[in-house]
């Protein structure tokens, strides 16, 4: 099988900076081990039409990174609108955050269809399509659109909201029928594939059978595969960087004080300012705590032209400042606040400084850097994770302090909980975690779905003649029957 990954965000594997994402920091290592063809947006835009999409194609391990200039004229509309403001905010609960103009679902569209006509250079018998994330929910339609038969699966990395707030987005029916051009559609969680199959059925009248969806060009298979990372190189990685300058300055400053981390790009969904707010409160209501522990918190500048991501950055300064204005000492600062990323050979030495690790997303999709304080931990002496319940992680990091991130004082108790916490136990909880994330190791996920990809393409070759067969009988539970099995969303499939 020739695999083509295909995802609007990529990782370069020369890149010696930090990581934009869990998508692109997970997919990096094992694309380049699997010879795979790794396809996404260069990061720039191009005017006009382009006889060559791709701005850039290089060796990425036994494969190859390729990376195209988007279309100028569709790229806002595309990226910082549809994508990141009416998706994004659905798909994690917020729709009362959807800001889209009339002309974004278009452009979201276009730059689908010009993604699959750049595809098709890299299409041959053999070549199966792995489709990442929501920046590119019509894809697998667009591809059948230009005739292709090959598989195609679609794994999405954030969660799937309830159909109710799905139903907030634009178009949604026409887009969220598109989705069921994919032989595979993978979910993080089992809530997540459970949302999209009661939207299918209620939204879209679809019949649905064990995870399957049957439409009229065959069947769409909707599985979990819930993303990992590889634990024991994180591990080894996190052991080195102790010696690290950056590490070792940090461990230096903190004067035998206790450190809680938190590492985020700057996202309403990841519940930053109740963390601020509960991180305030641990100190004020229980002030022992003050002098002897601080947070620092990373939080990475994101999607910043945007005017909700705008906002947050504001009001995190705002607020950490007060904390730090009234609580702070001459000689001590409760929150180290940093607008800025660091590689991950540094990270690791940071979570493995810290006592505590505090992920606290009001949503997300999965939280990779749950996973990674984790395998950062030194297993004599592991620091606490404390996790919100509505992290994808939370499903396997069941021995995590698991917390509700709406609740302030919740949180506060949770970390003042972690930083007491007695070792024997913090190495019970760390050890079931670790055996967890060994499992569900980012190799497995990926070996995972390419198999399940190719069963479910056998699966549809089969289900296309029975479907062919029954077409005239077969009745949807939306109350119209489909006759053949070649028209969907006006392309002409299979
Ligand atoms: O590409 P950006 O717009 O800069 O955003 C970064 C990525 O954010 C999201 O990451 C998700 O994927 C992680 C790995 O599966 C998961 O742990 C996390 O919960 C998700 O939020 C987004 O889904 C990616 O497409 C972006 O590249
Ligand atoms: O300074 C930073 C901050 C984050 N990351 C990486 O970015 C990813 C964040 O992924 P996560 O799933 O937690 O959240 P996302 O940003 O994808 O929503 C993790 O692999 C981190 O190691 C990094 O390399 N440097």
Redesign the pocket.
Same mark, same amino acid.
């Given at each position: 099988m020739n695999l083509v990954v295909v995802s609007n965000r990529v990782a370069r594997a020369s890149a010696n900076e930090?990581?934009t994402?869990?998508?692109a920091?997970a997919l990096l290592p094992v694309v380049e081990k699997s010879g795979a063809i790794w396809v996404g947006s260069s990061g720039r835009v191009r005017d006009g039409a382009q006889r060559e999409p791709f701005a850039e194609i290089e060796q990425l391990g036994s494969g190859a990174l390729a990376m195209l200039d988007l279309p100028a004229a569709h790229y806002g509309g595309y990226y910082e609108g549809f994508a990141n403001s009416a998706l994004w905010p659905a798909l994690h609960s917020r729709a009362d955050l959807i800001r889209v103009s009339q002309d974004d679902y278009h452009s979201y569209r276009e730059v689908n269809g010009f993604m699959a006509r750049a595809l098709m250079r890299f299409l041959k018998p053999d070549t199966a399509f792995w489709i990442q994330d929501y920046h590119f929910l019509a894809l697998g339609a667009e591809l059948r659109a230009l005739g292709v038969t090959q598989p195609i699966g679609f794994f999405l990395h954030t969660p799937w909201a309830s159909p109710a707030t799905m139903g907030c987005v634009p178009h949604n029916r026409d887009l969220i029928e598109a989705m069921l051009a994919y032989d595979l559609i993978g979910f993080q969680t089992e809530e997540d594939r459970s949302n999209f199959l009661s939207y299918v059925k209620a939204e879209l009248g679809f019949v649905v059978t064990d995870g399957v969806v049957t439409t009229a060009r065959g069947i769409a298979r909707c599985e979990v595969f819930p993303i990992g990372i590889d634990a024991d190189l994180f591990a080894q990685q996190a052991q080195k960087a102790t010696a690290h300058p950056d590490v070792s300055r940090l461990r230096k400053s903190l004067n035998g004080e206790k450190l809680v981390i938190g590492?985020d %790009?700057l +996202?309403y969904s990841k519940g930053l300012i109740n963390r601020i707010n509960a991180f305030d409160r641990l100190l004020t209501t229980r002030p022992s705590w003050q002098r002897t522990v601080s947070l620092l918190q990373?939080a990475?500048p994101s999607r910043g032209a945007i005017e909700a991501y705008g906002n947050l950055q504001g009001e995190l300064a705002r607020l950490v400042s007060d904390v730090n204005g009234r609580l702070g000492e001459a000689d001590w600062t409760p929150i180290r606040y940093l607008n800025k990323?660091? %590689?991950?050979g540094v990270?690791a030495g940071l979570y493995r400084t810290a006592q505590v690790g505090l992920v606290t997303p009001l949503q +997300?999709g999965?939280?990779?850097?749950a996973k990674?304080y984790v395998a950062a931990q030194n297993p004599i002496d592991p620091g606490v994770l404390v996790l919100s319940k509505f992290a994808g992680a939370a499903q396997e990091l069941d021995t995590a302090l698991l917390v509700n991130p709406h609740d302030v004082e919740g949180m506060a108790r949770a970390i003042d909980t972690a930083l007491s916490m007695p070792v024997t136990e913090r190495r019970l909880r760390w050890e079931a975690m670790m055996a967890k994330l060994r499992r569900g190791s980012v190799q497995a996920w990926f070996s995972d779905f390419v198999t399940s990809l190719e069963s479910a393409n056998d699966a549809n070759s089969e289900a296309v003649g029975a479907i062919a067969s029954t077409a005239p009988a077969l009745k949807m539970a939306g109350g119209w029957s489909r006759r053949s099995p070649v028209a969907f969303s006006g392309a002409i499939l299979r």
């Open positions: 930090p990581m994402g869990g998508l920091a590492v %790009r +996202d990373i990475t990323g660091f %590689r991950q990270l +997300d999965m939280n990779l850097v990674e």
